[in-house]
């Protein structure tokens, strides 16, 4: 699914006519959230607009605190029931993933969507949503191509945050030859490889390297070796709730003879987190979204209010179905 140029011409029709702009992206912010946050609100500068980057996290996860305007991003409890005229919601398939920066969005009617996610709500009144696109900053990419702002060093390393982090330093399997094209243009402006994923993917604090290393020391295999789950009881998740730990997703599905991976967290707020990832015979999207969640056929997640054991055996039952399709 693509779209075609008017999309990004109302989409630009919109920013340049509107001011006052929420900008916001989904909680525990990633690096496509935080790259294509941050490049909307540069290009609103470039344009001239009044806006503010609000998230729901807090504190701000300091990981990002390289890029450009990490510093003016606040979290939604600073905000004290500012009032904005107009919205700009990025990678965010479902209102309820916002958390509580939904309050904000009073005027629906001036909310523009960017997403690269299959919509699970529509809450935008005006979308842009391009699925075939490896991130949100891709997207992001193409509206600052056509309009009258030039690329330059700090868009560079904002998209290629973005870029770099959902395409996993371009090696997933949502890699496309134009992720190549737009990063060849993008470091064309002097960021080199390293600036970016360096911050991003080698730079662990050791609190989290330990409670990986307990993840995966206690790893389980199920479904002769084709699931495999890494679980983080709560008393673990007590001292590591701030923690980017996806990264042991990851590691789930990259066992030998795996299928799928599946990351269950014991959140400190009683609920449990799940991450899916499949390496392509599952179809992952369609098991978090039975359970209310959602993401893409590769990597997906959802929560839920089960126990642990309640929980597993109904997402092993669904991967067992469907791997039942394919042998
Ligand atoms: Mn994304």
Redesign the pocket.
Known sequence: MGFDKKTYGDALFFLETQDNFLVTTHQNA?G??FG?ALAIAYFLEKLGKRYQVVIHDDPVDPKYQFLWGWDRIVSYREMNGRHFDASIVV?VPAFKRMGDTVNLLNIPERCLKI???PIEDDFAHFNIIDIDAS???NIIYELVKESRVEFDRTFAQLLLC?IM??TGRFSFSNTKQRDFEIAAHLFSFGITPIEVSAPIFFDHSKEKLKVMGYGLSHMESCLDGKVNIIFLPREIMASSAAVDLDELANYSSSVRGGEVGIFIREMPEGDIKISFRSKGKVDVNRIARKFGGGGHIHAAGCRVVESHPVIKRKILDEVSEQLGLFV
């Open positions: 990633d496509d959230a294509a990678d997403d690269h996610h991130s949100t900053c973005g982090y959902d």
